[in-house]
């Protein structure tokens, strides 16, 4: 109980937490200077949840009363639902949410309040509400990459015998589809969810209990407090508990591989809207205009999602740059680990669900794709198979399907099955009639059978194996 000797240092519950050593209250401009709620505001439910475990351990310890408990876990709720209608606003002067939760208790519940923090630091605090936020908001950005995988094995579902030469260095190289392409994306994106998913393992410890930096010697129960909250089980060190950043480090790196993915997708999509590929046209709902030329379509969501790709990448370097050299345990620097792990996962999250909006709405110019199937010798390699299949080794095969190529060119043609058949039986006499059948672009792609290639057996294959990877999340 508060009696009159401690309630002088205890009247204002919206001190700052740690005021009663100081004679005088802080610089206006320093508390503006530290504060951190406008930044770590947005766990305040995960803050409220942590707090209500730690209070059922208290009690369950018989630190705190029947009654006390009650009346925080009351106090905690009526603050939850009332954040939640909208009713109770964050008190921007408040140092963090912590004190913010705390002190808008207090004012509620009166000494029960002040009883809630015992045994318990902001250290482990926020390691707590950090842990806890990422597993509730992890979730919910796999659901929105698997739901464009979806869309993607959707789409290609329809294009399993759409032709698309393959490209390396930018150069036709072998003959392939839409839907091989379209899995292509969809694999890397399953990679992300998977990466997510282990991360997840990690991050699914409880370090409360560690207290500032060296436990309690208060008789606390980490393992319940653990237990109700959903955690796998307890960290191991106190120390390392509330000097521990990895898991924001190891989340910004996955959604920095993720925006990678993302932004080699949208170069693509940039690139086939253009004029001279004409692959896909986008929505104009999904595209903007020109302030100046009339005729301007451009895909910028494309190039924004690409653009953001700096953000996300320096989110990570910020990291592991303010993690640097950090002496255990907790260092204030640490305070600087939310913005950018915030405004990485938004960003991912904006890009995967802007992405999926994208490319659901827009249109395949198949003409366009197939034509761009001749022209480019795409098939020589299937030339080469042609003769590899009649016995010629491989390497020998390879150099008569490059004299046929430079037979063409010389000649003036465009692809190899301009030429006569007398033209390459002087180059070989294994050819017979049948080569041209068997080196039409579609021909080409039907051959290819091989497990993952871009046959549509193959590639049906792939969509049934996405569409099971999805049903997992
Ligand atoms: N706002 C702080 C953070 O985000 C909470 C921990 C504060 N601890 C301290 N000793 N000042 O890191």
């Given at each position: ?67 006390e408990n009650s009346e925080i876990q ?17 008190d921007y002067s408040a140092e963090d ?115 500032a930096l060296a436990g309690s010697g ?256």
């Amino acid at each position: 109980m508060a009696n009159e000797k401690h309630g002088t240092i205890t009247d204002n519950n919206h001190a700052a937490l740690w005021h009663g050593r100081f004679a005088e209250g802080p610089d206006a401009a320093a508390v503006e200077f530290e504060t951190s709620i406008h930044v770590d505001e947005r766990m305040a439910l995960d803050d409220i949840k942590g707090s209500k475990a730690h209070a059922e351990m208290l009690f369950k310890q018989g630190i705190i009363s029947e009654k006390e408990n009650s009346e925080i876990q009351n106090g905690l709720s009526s603050i939850e639902s009332d954040l939640q209608s909208g009713k109770l606003s964050i008190d921007y002067s408040a140092e963090d949410i912590h004190s913010f939760v705390e002190a808008t208790l207090t004012d509620r519940i009166g000494d029960a309040g002040r009883k809630l923090h015992t045994g318990r630091s902001r250290n482990d605090q926020i390691a707590l509400d950090e842990r806890l936020y990422l597993r509730r908001v992890i979730p919910e950005l796999q659901k929105n990459i698997v739901s464009l995988i979806n869309t993607l094995a959707d789409i290609a579902k329809n294009h399993t015998r759409s032709l698309l030469t393959g490209y390396t260095h930018m150069q036709h190289a072998q003959p392939g589809t839409l839907a091989q392409h379209l899995c292509a994306w969809a694999w890397m994106l399953t990679r992300d969810v998977e990466r997510l998913e282990d991360s997840l393992k990690r991050v699914s410890l409880s370090p409360l209990g560690s207290g500032a930096l060296a436990g309690s010697g208060l008789p606390l129960n980490r393992e319940f407090v653990a237990d109700q909250l959903g955690f796998s089980g307890v960290t191991q060190n106190s120390l390392d508990s509330v000097s521990d950043r990895d898991y924001c480090i190891e989340f910004t790196s996955d959604f920095a591989l993720l925006q990678s993915h993302l932004s080699r997708m949208c170069e693509e999509v940039v690139l086939w809207s253009t004029t001279e590929f004409g692959f896909i046209d986008l929505s104009e709902k999904w595209s903007t205009g020109s302030s100046i030329m009339p005729q301007k379509k451009n895909p910028d969501f494309a190039e924004l999602i690409r653009g953001r790709t700096g953000k996300v990448y320096g989110d990570l370097i910020n990291l592991l740059v303010m993690m640097k050299g950090l002496p255990l345990a907790y260092d204030r620097d640490m305070q600087e680990d939310k913005a950018p792990l915030f405004e990485a996962l938004d960003t991912v999250q904006g890009n995967v669900i802007v992405f999926e909006a994208m490319i659901s709405s827009a249109k395949w110019n198949l003409p366009k794709m197939e034509a761009s199937c001749f022209g480019g010798f795409a098939n020589a390699t299937d030339v080469a198979d042609y003769l590899v299949r009649k016995g010629l080794p491989f390497r020998l095969a390879h150099g008569v399907a490059a004299k046929c190529v430079r037979l063409a060119i010389d000649s003036g043609l465009s692809s190899i099955e301009e030429l006569s058949l007398s033209d390459m039986k002087n180059i070989s006499d294994l050819f017979e009639s049948d080569i041209f059948e068997k080196i039409t672009p579609k021909a080409c792609m039907e051959a290819r059978k091989t497990t993952g290639g871009p046959s549509p057996e193959q590639t049906e294959k792939q969509i049934l194996a996405l569409k099971e990877f999805c049903k997992k999340y």
